[in-house]
Antibody, heavy 121, light 107 residues
Framework: QVQLQQSGPGLLKPSQTLSLTCAIS??????????WNWIRQSPSRGLEWLGR?????????DYAVSVKGRITINPDTSRNQFSLQLNSVTAEDTAVYYC???????????WGQGTLVTVSS | DIQMTQSPSSLSASQGDRVTITCRAS??????LSWYQQKPGKVPKLLIY???TLQSGVPSRFSGSGSGTDFTLTISSLQPEDVATYYC?????????FGGGTRVEIK
Protein backbone atom coordinates (compact mmCIF):
# COMPACT_ATOMS: atom_id res chain seq x y z
CA GLN A 1 0.00 0.00 0.00
CA VAL A 2 1.50 3.29 -1.12
CA GLN A 3 1.49 6.10 1.41
CA LEU A 4 2.59 9.73 1.17
CA GLN A 5 3.53 11.62 4.33
CA GLN A 6 3.89 15.39 4.15
CA SER A 7 6.01 17.55 6.42
CA GLY A 8 6.93 21.21 6.63
CA PRO A 9 6.04 24.45 8.39
CA GLY A 10 2.53 25.81 8.35
CA LEU A 11 3.15 29.48 9.04
CA LEU A 12 5.22 31.83 6.91
CA LYS A 13 5.74 35.56 6.61
CA PRO A 14 5.42 37.35 3.26
CA SER A 15 8.53 37.07 1.06
CA GLN A 16 9.69 33.85 2.75
CA THR A 17 10.12 30.49 1.03
CA LEU A 18 7.58 27.73 1.42
CA SER A 19 9.28 24.31 1.74
CA LEU A 20 7.34 21.05 1.99
CA THR A 21 8.45 17.44 1.72
CA CYS A 22 6.48 14.37 0.72
CA ALA A 23 7.94 11.06 1.91
CA ILE A 24 7.00 8.00 -0.12
CA SER A 25 6.47 4.48 1.17
CA UNK A 26 5.49 1.55 -1.01
CA UNK A 27 6.76 3.06 -4.28
CA UNK A 28 9.87 4.76 -5.60
CA UNK A 29 10.36 8.39 -6.58
CA UNK A 30 12.61 7.14 -9.38
CA UNK A 31 9.89 4.90 -10.87
CA UNK A 32 9.52 5.38 -14.62
CA UNK A 33 5.78 4.68 -14.42
CA UNK A 34 4.83 7.41 -11.95
CA UNK A 35 4.74 11.17 -11.63
CA TRP A 36 4.94 13.01 -8.32
CA ASN A 37 2.71 16.04 -7.98
CA TRP A 38 1.96 19.03 -5.78
CA ILE A 39 -1.53 20.52 -5.61
CA ARG A 40 -2.99 23.27 -3.46
CA GLN A 41 -6.51 24.22 -2.48
CA SER A 42 -7.96 27.49 -1.31
CA PRO A 43 -11.51 28.87 -1.29
CA SER A 44 -10.61 31.45 -3.92
CA ARG A 45 -8.64 29.21 -6.30
CA GLY A 46 -10.20 25.77 -5.77
CA LEU A 47 -7.96 22.80 -6.52
CA GLU A 48 -4.87 24.06 -8.33
CA TRP A 49 -2.22 21.74 -9.73
CA LEU A 50 1.21 23.30 -9.12
CA GLY A 51 3.64 20.95 -10.78
CA ARG A 52 5.26 17.56 -11.00
CA UNK A 53 8.54 15.73 -11.19
CA UNK A 54 9.14 12.40 -12.87
CA UNK A 55 11.74 10.11 -14.39
CA UNK A 56 11.58 8.65 -17.85
CA UNK A 57 14.77 8.65 -19.88
CA UNK A 58 15.78 11.71 -17.86
CA UNK A 59 14.40 13.75 -15.00
CA UNK A 60 11.52 16.01 -16.03
CA UNK A 61 9.53 18.77 -14.36
CA ASP A 62 6.36 20.59 -15.32
CA TYR A 63 5.04 23.66 -13.54
CA ALA A 64 1.85 25.67 -13.59
CA VAL A 65 2.10 29.04 -15.28
CA SER A 66 0.63 30.71 -12.19
CA VAL A 67 3.72 29.83 -10.11
CA LYS A 68 6.39 29.41 -12.77
CA GLY A 69 9.57 31.24 -11.82
CA ARG A 70 8.85 30.81 -8.10
CA ILE A 71 8.48 27.04 -7.86
CA THR A 72 10.91 24.14 -7.71
CA ILE A 73 9.97 20.49 -7.28
CA ASN A 74 12.85 18.10 -6.66
CA PRO A 75 13.07 14.36 -6.14
CA ASP A 76 15.40 12.97 -3.50
CA THR A 77 16.20 9.39 -4.44
CA SER A 78 18.37 8.77 -1.36
CA ARG A 79 15.44 9.51 0.95
CA ASN A 80 12.69 8.39 -1.47
CA GLN A 81 10.82 11.67 -1.23
CA PHE A 82 10.15 14.80 -3.21
CA SER A 83 9.93 18.41 -2.21
CA LEU A 84 8.19 21.65 -3.05
CA GLN A 85 9.80 25.06 -2.78
CA LEU A 86 7.81 28.20 -3.50
CA ASN A 87 9.69 31.46 -3.24
CA SER A 88 8.52 34.95 -2.31
CA VAL A 89 5.21 33.88 -0.85
CA THR A 90 2.33 36.30 -0.35
CA ALA A 91 -1.05 35.99 1.34
CA GLU A 92 -2.42 34.59 -1.94
CA ASP A 93 -0.28 31.49 -1.40
CA THR A 94 -2.25 30.64 1.75
CA ALA A 95 -3.79 27.24 1.05
CA VAL A 96 -3.85 23.58 1.92
CA TYR A 97 -1.01 21.91 0.02
CA TYR A 98 -1.16 18.27 -1.06
CA CYS A 99 1.26 15.88 -2.67
CA UNK A 100 -0.04 13.06 -4.87
CA UNK A 101 1.17 10.25 -7.09
CA UNK A 102 -0.05 9.51 -10.60
CA UNK A 103 0.88 6.10 -12.00
CA UNK A 104 0.24 4.55 -15.39
CA UNK A 105 -2.21 7.27 -16.47
CA UNK A 106 -4.57 6.26 -13.68
CA UNK A 107 -5.31 9.49 -11.85
CA UNK A 108 -3.96 10.90 -8.62
CA UNK A 109 -3.79 8.23 -5.95
CA UNK A 110 -2.79 8.29 -3.19
CA TRP A 111 -2.68 11.81 -1.80
CA GLY A 112 -0.75 13.11 1.17
CA GLN A 113 -2.64 14.20 4.25
CA GLY A 114 -2.48 17.90 3.35
CA THR A 115 -0.64 20.78 5.01
CA LEU A 116 -2.31 24.09 5.78
CA VAL A 117 0.17 26.84 4.95
CA THR A 118 -0.72 30.32 6.14
CA VAL A 119 1.17 33.39 4.96
CA SER A 120 0.74 36.26 7.37
CA SER A 121 2.84 39.08 8.74
CA ASP B 1 -4.09 26.08 -21.75
CA ILE B 2 -7.12 23.78 -21.72
CA GLN B 3 -9.90 24.89 -19.39
CA MET B 4 -12.16 22.45 -17.54
CA THR B 5 -15.74 23.60 -16.89
CA GLN B 6 -18.04 21.71 -14.58
CA SER B 7 -21.79 22.05 -14.31
CA PRO B 8 -23.77 22.54 -12.27
CA SER B 9 -21.73 24.19 -9.55
CA SER B 10 -24.09 22.73 -6.97
CA LEU B 11 -27.13 20.49 -6.86
CA SER B 12 -29.58 19.13 -4.33
CA ALA B 13 -31.27 15.79 -4.89
CA SER B 14 -33.23 13.24 -2.92
CA GLN B 15 -31.82 9.99 -1.64
CA GLY B 16 -32.13 7.39 -4.39
CA ASP B 17 -32.12 9.93 -7.21
CA ARG B 18 -29.91 9.61 -10.25
CA VAL B 19 -27.40 12.45 -10.33
CA THR B 20 -25.35 13.57 -13.32
CA ILE B 21 -22.43 16.00 -13.30
CA THR B 22 -20.84 17.22 -16.51
CA CYS B 23 -17.30 18.34 -17.27
CA ARG B 24 -16.34 20.03 -20.51
CA ALA B 25 -12.80 20.53 -21.80
CA SER B 26 -12.03 23.52 -24.00
CA UNK B 27 -10.03 21.20 -26.30
CA UNK B 28 -10.09 17.46 -26.87
CA UNK B 29 -8.29 15.41 -24.22
CA UNK B 30 -9.12 11.89 -25.44
CA UNK B 31 -10.13 9.92 -22.34
CA UNK B 32 -7.50 11.42 -20.03
CA LEU B 33 -9.94 12.51 -17.37
CA SER B 34 -10.32 11.67 -13.67
CA TRP B 35 -13.09 12.32 -11.18
CA TYR B 36 -12.51 12.96 -7.46
CA GLN B 37 -14.78 13.12 -4.44
CA GLN B 38 -13.93 15.43 -1.56
CA LYS B 39 -15.84 15.43 1.69
CA PRO B 40 -15.54 18.46 4.00
CA GLY B 41 -12.18 18.57 5.72
CA LYS B 42 -10.94 15.48 3.90
CA VAL B 43 -8.41 14.68 1.21
CA PRO B 44 -9.73 14.27 -2.37
CA LYS B 45 -10.43 10.66 -3.26
CA LEU B 46 -10.01 9.20 -6.74
CA LEU B 47 -13.29 7.76 -8.04
CA ILE B 48 -12.75 7.27 -11.77
CA TYR B 49 -9.81 7.50 -14.18
CA UNK B 50 -9.50 7.16 -17.94
CA UNK B 51 -12.98 8.74 -18.07
CA UNK B 52 -14.81 5.52 -17.23
CA THR B 53 -12.62 3.17 -15.18
CA LEU B 54 -13.82 2.76 -11.61
CA GLN B 55 -11.07 2.94 -9.01
CA SER B 56 -10.80 -0.16 -6.86
CA GLY B 57 -13.11 -0.03 -3.85
CA VAL B 58 -15.43 2.65 -5.25
CA PRO B 59 -19.13 1.70 -5.15
CA SER B 60 -20.61 0.62 -8.47
CA ARG B 61 -23.31 3.33 -8.28
CA PHE B 62 -20.61 5.69 -9.54
CA SER B 63 -19.88 5.66 -13.26
CA GLY B 64 -18.15 7.86 -15.78
CA SER B 65 -18.44 8.33 -19.51
CA GLY B 66 -17.26 10.53 -22.32
CA SER B 67 -14.33 11.20 -24.57
CA GLY B 68 -12.87 14.17 -26.37
CA THR B 69 -14.36 17.26 -24.76
CA ASP B 70 -17.52 16.13 -22.95
CA PHE B 71 -17.61 13.92 -19.88
CA THR B 72 -20.14 12.91 -17.25
CA LEU B 73 -20.06 11.49 -13.75
CA THR B 74 -23.24 9.67 -12.75
CA ILE B 75 -24.38 8.52 -9.35
CA SER B 76 -27.12 6.00 -10.10
CA SER B 77 -28.77 6.15 -6.67
CA LEU B 78 -27.70 9.00 -4.41
CA GLN B 79 -26.82 7.97 -0.84
CA PRO B 80 -26.31 10.20 2.22
CA GLU B 81 -22.60 9.34 2.26
CA ASP B 82 -22.26 10.80 -1.26
CA VAL B 83 -22.67 14.34 0.05
CA ALA B 84 -19.41 15.92 -1.12
CA THR B 85 -17.84 18.12 -3.75
CA TYR B 86 -16.85 16.40 -6.99
CA TYR B 87 -14.02 17.52 -9.26
CA CYS B 88 -12.90 16.51 -12.71
CA UNK B 89 -9.28 16.76 -13.82
CA UNK B 90 -7.55 16.47 -17.17
CA UNK B 91 -4.22 14.69 -17.31
CA UNK B 92 -3.36 14.30 -20.98
CA UNK B 93 -0.60 16.86 -20.67
CA UNK B 94 0.56 19.62 -18.35
CA UNK B 95 -0.99 21.66 -16.86
CA UNK B 96 -3.16 19.06 -15.15
CA UNK B 97 -6.16 21.33 -14.62
CA PHE B 98 -9.06 20.67 -12.27
CA GLY B 99 -12.63 21.73 -12.83
CA GLY B 100 -14.27 24.16 -10.46
CA GLY B 101 -16.18 21.50 -8.56
CA THR B 102 -19.80 20.46 -8.07
CA ARG B 103 -21.26 20.43 -4.56
CA VAL B 104 -23.81 17.65 -4.08
CA GLU B 105 -26.33 17.85 -1.24
CA ILE B 106 -29.26 15.73 -0.10
CA LYS B 107 -32.72 17.34 -0.01
Amino acid sequence: QVQLQQSGPGLLKPSQTLSLTCAISGDSVSSKSATWNWIRQSPSRGLEWLGRTFYRSNLYNDYAVSVKGRITINPDTSRNQFSLQLNSVTAEDTAVYYCARERDWAGFDPWGQGTLVTVSS
Amino acid sequence: DIQMTQSPSSLSASQGDRVTITCRASQAISNHLSWYQQKPGKVPKLLIYAASTLQSGVPSRFSGSGSGTDFTLTISSLQPEDVATYYCQKYNSAPLTFGGGTRVEIK
